[in-house]
């Protein structure tokens, strides 16, 4: 029996082949109709067999594309029409202009890496294969609607072939925007110095490649390109020359340069890292698939699912125990970051330097150093021009090509942590390439506060394309067109912003630390590019209290200027609101933030805290006490100096085990203590990041860090094995009771509010008091550290436990920057699950300063609609 259904599709499905996929599935299953794009989803209307009709709906449901995800589907049955074909109908671009959102970039999909290594594809070994499944989206496009005279693109006239697959419904490149080939380009090119001492003879552009001229370029470098496929591979091919004998290659991706290397070469690492000037920190390789990391790492199911995810985030994997991996790359960490190849140059490079080691004999699975193309605390490179002029002194080549970037990306990170009774999770690092711009929903507060971020099935999503977004984008235009536009300007460090238009917030991708002017001018431009694609203008503001955040003071001049509202949230405030208003929770929250610094309400620096907090207003229940920092943020990149305030505060500075400290300080010792005693340059604060530094330095674990964090990673770090959640019971942190944080009652005065001063203060005078006892008896610093850690994780329960006391508050979310740490999040959950406390993480944003700007937005909003409702 014919029969006739309008079809209603929600979810991310436009932008992403979902009207030719629809399209395929009516002319399998004899439907007939019509699909298009509307201003809220996708509307279909399909006729045929009931039967059919079934397995059409079951189709559009389970076999979606791979950038797509479906959210629902709405059913309706209708008069028949009598269609005798099903046709894409193209709606008015004018009406879903403001709806459609370009789908994050993708990885490059199975059928296309099919194609770029088969040798009687018309496509076989092109760099830029894509098809409407995977390619570059958002890091090309410089207008909506979403073709390709908006994008980067422009520049490529579509050959006959490439055109005739555009067209066609049934080919799987229709609509696809950066449909090429080698006919109609891009192309790769390849830029060296002639002076470079790399360059192995002066026939390193044309060895073996035939006649391949180079021209002059005005900064002095030479170039050549690959417009065929011989001249392409050559170029390829001198790149993995390079790599195979120890040097560093700049080589371009999506959203901005990489710089490459022989990550088994120390020798190139550490050529690597003193051009960087990174120091310390560990770089994330490429391997070539799942089980070539498992040569390496340990990789469960779920990591397995994340590095193949679209989005090909780098995944943080354990350590194999007994691997050696070269110096420099990942030293004394228990984790290396791994990615596999997200585009086809990486699949190109990776597959040629594999064949090359395999010719020289070498059996290990190839791997590569991929690191951001940047110069310490600097924006990742974009343009060719800027790459061979600021990477030219690390890197003695550039491959690149001639694709303009439109937007800067770096690569988005994850790692998969257990949760507690919710089994294995994704946390996400940092959200950048394949997770941004996609927006989150600002979710209305659930009146059903059990709905917290450690549900039954997960903690946190998926690691999808769509950073595990279910809301429809394009519902946002409808919104637009009435309510106001928020614009969040974020953190300092670990920079992103958010706009809000209507129930959906555009968190941007990780900007970076706003240090300098080139950070807060990438910030700038980002920021603007949001405003055109989008089209979105603030008509209110929300920033950090801190006076001195760079985007902060922007925030409060544009307030100024333009004269529109403008909120300054609480930083811990905010690390809690992005928690609340992640999973639509309702009611009071026991906001648990744990993190390095925050501008507080007293004026201090906090990053201890313990809140009691809904989407509106906080109150302080608890914080740690506070320690003096001699210097100020000196001692961040000196935490000695860190370890003395603590040691000066608990009065521990004539324990015998702290003399450690002051020979290592010498004459810094006087100075600090002349500081402290005076006041000069001695912010006071409650971070517990700061305590885990000064503990890092006390035990001689790391006294002189070269990145952010690294005295409290490296502190984990030491714990070896015992860091796992099978390591052993977060009981033995107590060891007596010794370890443990002692909890008073706080003394207020006639000035105190309920936001700045709290009505209990934790006190880790016993846990380093129990820390300097163990250094004294010969423990290893090992199951000190494991101690330490433990006793942490007992105050995160007790805080829980006794604001569950006095306000009856069942539902504890945590955030900040010290919830990285693996150790510190597992046991958390762990424990806080067994106590009965129903948990809320962060789900598809970092719970470090990333989730700020979405926190400041969830606020604002929450007291804009209060104000409303008075």
Not at 200 to 224: C, H, K, N, V, Y
Not at 282 to 295: G, I
Not at 416 to 425: C, E, V
Not at 625 to 653: H, I, Q, S, T
Request: proline share 6%.
């Amino acid at each position: 029996m014919i029969e006739a259904l309008d079809i209603h599709v929600t979810g991310i499905v436009q932008g992403v082949g979902f009207r030719p996929f629809v399209y395929r599935m009516a002319k399998k299953y004899l439907i007939n109709g019509w699909v298009l794009n509307a201003a809220d989803g996708v509307n279909i209307h399909a006729e045929g067999e009931s039967r059919l009709l079934d397995e059409f709906v079951i189709e559009l449901s389970e076999n979606a594309p791979a950038a797509a995800q479906v959210k629902e589907i709405e059913l309706k049955e209708v008069p028949l029409q009598n269609f005798d074909s099903f046709e894409i109908r193209f709606s008015d671009d004018a009406a879903v202009r403001e709806t459609t959102l370009v789908s994050a970039d993708l990885a490059t999909c199975d059928d296309c890496a099919a194609e770029l290594f088969n040798p009687n594809d018309r496509r076989f070994r092109y760099p830029f294969i894509n098809c409407t499944n995977c390619g570059p989206r958002f890091t090309i496009i410089d207008a909506l609607p979403y073709d390709r005279v908006s994008t980067s693109m422009k520049d490529f006239t579509m050959c006959e072939r490439c055109a005739a697959e555009y067209a066609d419904p049934l080919d799987r490149r229709f609509h696809a925007q950066p449909d090429a080939c080698f006919e109609c380009g891009p192309h790769l090119s390849l830029a060296w110095r002639p002076d470079c001492e790399a360059t192995p003879g002066e026939d390193f552009p044309t060895r073996g490649a035939g006649d391949m001229p180079s021209d002059a370029l005005p900064d002095g470098w030479r170039i050549t390109w690959g417009k065929t496929r011989e001249t392409s591979d050559a170029l390829i091919a001198r790149a993995v020359e390079l790599l195979c004998v120890g040097q560093v290659v700049a080589v371009k991706g999506l959203g901005g340069f990489h710089l490459v290397c022989d990550a088994r070469n120390a020798g190139a690492i550490a050529r690597l890292r003193e051009g960087k000037r990174r120091g310390g920190k560990p770089f994330a390789v490429m391997m070539a698939n799942a089980e070539a990391a498992r040569s390496v790492c340990e990789v469960t199911p779920e990591e397995e699912k994340a590095l193949s995810d679209p989005a090909r985030p780098i995944v943080l994997l354990k350590k194999r125990p007994g691997v050696a991996l070269a110096a420099g790359l990942a030293d004394k960490l228990p984790e290396l970051g791994v990615m596999l190849p997200a585009t086809p140059v990486q699949l190109l490079l990776l597959h040629d330097f594999a064949r090359a080691l395999e010719e020289m004999g070498v059996p290990e699975p190839p791997m590569l150093v991929m690191t951001s193309g940047n110069i310490h605390d600097e924006p990742i490179v974009t343009d060719d021009a800027e790459a061979r002029g600021k990477l030219g002194g690390i890197a003695c080549a550039v491959l690149g090509n001639d694709r303009a970037i439109l937007s800067r990306y770096d690569d988005s990170v994850v790692r998969i942590i257990s949760a507690g009774s919710a089994g294995a999770a994704v946390q996400v690092i940092r959200r950048a390439r394949g997770f941004a711009p996609v927006p989150l929903k600002l979710a209305q507060a659930s009146t059903n506060p059990e709905a917290a971020a450690v549900p039954e099935d997960a903690a946190a999503p998926e690691a999808t394309g769509a950073a595990g977004y279910e809301g429809s984008p394009e519902t946002a235009g409808h919104e637009a067109a009435v309510a106001p536009v928020l614009f969040a300007a974020g953190s300092e460090q670990k920079s992103t912003f958010a706009f809000v238009r209507g129930s959906e917030a555009f968190v941007s991708q990780h900007v970076g630390d706003l240090e300098n002017a080139e950070a807060f001018d990438a910030w700038l431009d980002a920021k603007s590019r949001f405003e055109k694609l989008f089209e979105l203008r603030a008509t209110r503001l929300a920033c950090d209290a801190h006076p001195e955040y760079l985007a902060s003071k922007w925030a409060r001049e544009q307030a100024r200027k333009l004269d529109i509202p403008l909120v300054e949230v609480q930083h811990h405030h905010a690390h809690i609101a992005s928690v609340i208003g992640e999973n639509g929770l309702s009611g009071a929250v026991c906001g648990i933030a744990f993190d390095g610094t925050g501008f507080g309400a007293d004026g201090s620096i906090w990053g201890g805290e313990v809140l009691l907090a809904n989407a509106q207003a906080y109150e302080r229940f608890a914080n740690f006490a506070y320690v003096p920092m001699p210097g100020g943020a000196a001692c961040v990149k000196n935490p000695l100096r860190m370890a003395y305030g603590v040691l000066w505060e608990f009065d521990l500075l004539e324990h015998p085990a702290a003399k450690r400290v002051l020979d290592a300080l010498g004459e810094q010792a006087d100075l600090c203590d002349q500081m402290i005693e005076r006041g000069l340059n001695t912010p006071m604060t409650s971070s517990v990041g700061r305590l885990f530094d000064a503990a890092s330095a006390i035990l001689g674990i790391c006294e002189h860090p070269t990145y952010e964090s690294e005295a409290a990673v490296l502190l984990e770090a030491a714990m070896g094995p015992a860091a796992s959640p099978d390591g052993g019971s977060t009981d033995e942190a107590g060891v007596n009771g010794r370890y443990s944080v002692a909890i008073t009652k706080n003394t207020a005065t006639s000035k105190s509010t309920a936001q700045d001063t709290s009505v209990l203060l934790f006190d880790a005078v016993p846990t380093f008091k129990a820390l300097l006892d163990d250094m004294q008896a010969g423990i290893p610093a090992a199951t000190i550290a494991r101690r330490f850690h433990g006793a942490f994780v007992e105050a995160i329960v007790n805080a829980a436990k006794l604001a569950y006391s006095v306000y009856g508050v069942s539902t504890v979310a945590l955030s900040g920057g010290v919830f990285m740490n693996r150790f510190i999040i597992e046991h958390a959950l762990a424990a806080l699950q067994d106590e009965g406390f129903t948990v809320a993480v962060n789900r598809e944003l970092p719970p470090n300063d990333g989730c700020i700007s979405y926190g400041q937005a969830v606020i604002a909003c929450a007291q804009d609609e209060t104000t409303h409702d008075e």
